[in-house]
């Protein structure tokens, strides 16, 4: 049933005439896709920063507050301007994303990471400070940070993956990755 309502999410979507139009420009598509990139490494090289901080792999000398204070307000600005051109290169290309198994995993590791993230931040704001000059964060911390280098690790690996047809609705696959991959006109053949 979810299948079926992205599907038809996706379909409709696909109509509307500036998606078209998106998709088929010459280079307005990749502007936008370029953008998304860039924007991406800013975010996750802010990020990364801060984790590698909580884990005391970097910047150790640097007390942890001071160092999450610094980069949050150009992290959340390429996060902002990330999600923007995420939507658009969604909106270009509707229907086959929506079919596209990586995209689901990247969704589902991108909700993963955004609860990690409000947790971590909640954590962090809540904190005395007494671990501010410390050279590793508390282990909860340092697992809040792992965790996050790990997920968004794999938002960017299933990212880049959507490009590649590997398990597209069109090929001969299981029942399983049809199902997985939201295949739904091919699921209906094994009704």
């Not at 998606?19 to 860039?38: D, K, P, Q």
């Not at 999600?83 to 969704?107: D, M, N």
């Not at 697992?143 to 001969?172: E, H, M, P, Q």
Request: with cysteine; hydrophobic share 55%; net charge negative.
């Amino acid at each position: 049933m979810l299948n079926e309502w992205l599907l038809a999410l996706a379909r409709w979507l696909d109509t509307h005439e500036w998606s078209t139009a998106l998709h088929e420009s010459l280079y307005m598509y990749a502007w936008i896709e370029t953008t998304h990139v860039l924007t991406l490494m800013v975010f996750l090289g802010m990020l990364f920063m801060i984790d590698l901080r909580m884990l005391g792999l970097a910047f150790t000398e640097v007390p942890a507050s001071k160092l999450a204070d610094r980069l949050d307000r150009p992290m959340m600005l390429g996060f902002a301007v990330m999600v923007i051109t995420g939507f658009l290169l969604y909106y270009a290309i509707p229907e086959r994303t929506t079919q596209s198994i990586w995209f689901r995993i990247k969704v589902v590791l991108m909700i993963a990471a955004g609860i990690n993230a409000f947790l971590f931040r909640a954590k962090m704001l809540a904190a005395d400070g007494s671990w501010d000059e410390d050279r590793r964060a508390p282990k909860r911390m340092r697992v809040g940070a792992g965790l996050s280098l790990l997920l968004w690790a794999g938002v960017v690996v299933t990212g880049r993956s959507i490009a590649y047809d590997w398990f597209d609705c069109n090929k001969d696959l299981s029942y399983l990755m049809y199902w997985a991959a939201g295949c739904v006109d091919e699921l209906a053949r094994f009704e």
